[in-house]
């Protein structure tokens, strides 16, 4: 059985810092892409940023320079550092795994306010 299970998420003042993790189990890890998704409230879900098997990184616009995704295959989890974070990040961010078939967390609330 697959688990992808998120956490590091809550309130945060802009300006301020959070590391997401993601953790899976029941896939072989190092072979998925994984990703981090974010769904703000009336909102899409969109595509935050994105890590090979082979640790190659992208970044959607809007958070280059401030998130940075990477991965420890050593303990099945994929990372989300943000730092300088606005109130436009806030959202519930879920983390996806990739290979031939996807996967899904059950997502973690970010709220970026003062």
């Known amino acids: 059985q697959v688990q992808l299970v998120e956490s590091g998420g809550g309130l945060v003042q802009p300006g301020g810092s959070l590391r997401l993790s993601c953790t899976a189990s029941?896939?072989?890890?190092?072979?998925?892409?994984m990703d981090w998704y974010r769904q703000a409230p009336g909102k899409q879900r969109e595509l935050v940023a994105t890590?090979?098997?082979?640790?190659?990184?992208n970044y959607v616009d809007s958070v280059k320079g401030r998130f940075t995704i990477s991965r420890d295959n050593t303990k099945n989890t994929v990372y989300l550092q943000m730092n300088s974070l606005k109130p436009e990040d806030t959202a519930v961010y879920y983390c996806?795994?990739?290979?031939?078939?996807?996967?899904w967390g059950q997502g973690t609330q970010v709220t970026v306010s003062s």
């Open positions: 996806r795994a990739v290979y031939l078939s996807a996967h």
């Open positions: 029941g896939i072989i890890f190092t072979i998925y892409t």
């Open positions: 890590i090979t098997r082979s640790h190659s990184t």
